[in-house]
């Protein structure tokens, strides 16, 4: 971990994200450097509350993405209902309405693969609580690109099988609990 330099983190979420997201990003201080992109599974036909919902909580700026937007350090930006969100080869953000993948739009592992193709090992990928198994393959992707790749211990996730699944796909990802996740996100900028 020492003199590994981050650009970007990923991180992917379905059942139980509300809570894990309200322990992990508000203990990310004020200034903190890295961009943190965030999907959630969130049903197609309603307004996302969840921007409002962590500004309220977190010292970052929060927002929903936008598409053709450049990515900025020290911003939370979440995938908008119904959207896939891709990271651009010029790190700009872009929305997709293609087709879902594992019944999900916006799909965790399109986030992370695009993210990785973009970042490769500046780019952290983390795995929260969830009840399938998008974001094990981004997951890979983000490992196989040199990132580093983390997953939320499975025994203390609200839904384990996304976090199961995500340490299958890569055994040696880290597991640790939310807290240790957000200490973990701290100490790499100061590394």
Excluded: W
Excluded at 10 to 18: E, K, N, P, T
Excluded at 88 to 105: C, G, I, M, Q, T
């Amino acid at each position: 971990m020492t003199g590994r330099h981050f650009e970007a983190v990923v991180i992917g979420a379905s059942a139980g994200a509300v809570e894990a997201l309200s322990v992990l990003l508000p203990a990310l201080p004020r200034g903190y450097p890295l961009a943190i992109l965030i999907v959630i599974h969130l049903p197609p036909d309603k307004k996302s509350v969840m921007a409002e919902i962590m500004s309220a909580k977190c010292a970052l700026p929060v927002k929903e993405a936008e598409d053709k937007e450049s990515i900025a350090g020290g911003t939370i930006y979440f995938a908008p209902p119904d959207y896939h969100l891709l990271v651009e080869a010029d790190k700009s953000l872009s929305l997709s309405s293609e087709e879902p993948v594992l019944f999900s739009r916006p799909s965790i592992d399109i986030l992370f693969e695009t993210a990785a193709d973009a970042y490769g090992a500046e780019l952290i990928g983390i795995i929260l609580s969830g009840a399938n198994e998008d974001g094990a393959r981004g997951l890979k992707a983000v490992l196989d690109a040199g990132g580093a790749v983390v997953v939320q211990q499975p025994e203390l996730a609200y839904a384990s099988a996304m976090p199961l699944a995500a340490l299958e796909a890569c055994p040696d990802a880290i597991a640790l609990s939310l807290e240790q996740i957000a200490s973990y996100l701290q100490k790499v900028v100061h590394a």
